[in-house]
């Protein structure tokens, strides 16, 4: 039994010297340099499904309405431009065009439409992956309207032909953006986005809703591509 003891004790003491030995003249790494390792690997492998891009472009398709749709409901036709600030936030520069024609009778019809110009930043709230952006900016905003009644008749029952009314107008205002994005691949994405957009008393021209707010509202699908 005595033997036995000794054996394992010499066995182990061959051992440790062994390994201080076989350390400096090999250099077998050690645990802590094999978890640095271990990390950088799984940094460059998050790096390369997660790329990032400076540049964005899209064009966007909303349900929307407000004063360019006389009230009612119509197509918001969307263009932008995004540059990648930092991966948390973007800078985007977007046109916005919305429009409706009225024609009530053959002799009353009205066509109204509207241009905004968007400068927005568009912001990630939480981590470079979330999905979620929310974003606010300045806004211009050219409003137009023609419409009024094209025919009338005088006392002796003449018909007679009325010139339109034309107004248009220029403003300053505001925009608020709420979008959640869906990955199509590294450098494409699809995003759902509601947009709303207030205008002040125009600076320029002659708004056909003097006195009051103008704007717009909406929701639609955006498609973006990055590079």
């Known amino acids: 039994m005595r033997t036995y ?18 350390y400096p003249t090999f250099g077998l790494p050690s645990a802590e340099a094999f978890g ?4 950088q690997e ?3 492998i998050v790096k390369e499904t997660t790329p990032f891009l400076r540049h964005h472009v899209g ?10 749709t006389l009230g009612g409901n119509g197509a918001m036709l969307s263009a932008l431009y995004g ?35 968007d400068m927005t930043f568009m912001f990630r709230l939480f981590d470079v992956s979330d999905r979620f952006r929310i974003g606010f900016g300045p806004s211009l905003l050219w409003q137009g309207f023609t419409g009024g009644s094209g025919f009338s008749t005088d006392p002796n029952g003449t018909a007679m032909r009325n010139p339109l009314q034309t107004f248009e ?19 494409m994405d699809l995003g759902f ?18 006195n009051s707010v103008s704007g717009s509202a909406g929701i639609g699908i955006f498609l973006r591509g990055g590079w």
Do not use: D
């Open 5 to 22: 003891c000794l054996r394992r004790i010499f066995r182990f003491v061959c051992l440790t010297i062994f390994g201080c030995v076989l």
């Open 36 to 39: 640095q390792g271990f990390l």
């Open 42 to 44: 799984s940094t460059s």
């Open 59 to 68: 064009m966007g398709l909303s349900f929307a309405g407000g004063t360019p």
């Open 83 to 117: 540059y990648a600030i930092t991966p948390m936030i973007e800078a985007e520069f977007s046109v916005n065009y919305l429009g409706r024609t009225n024609a009530s009778t053959v002799q009353s019809t009205r066509f109204a439409n509207g241009w905004t110009g």
């Open 169 to 187: 107008s220029m403003s300053l205002g505001g925009n608020l953006k709420l979008e959640y994005l869906f990955p199509l691949s590294q450098k």
């Open 193 to 210: 986005r509601g947009q709303v957009h207030l205008a002040l008393e125009p600076f320029s021209g002659t708004s056909y809703v003097p």
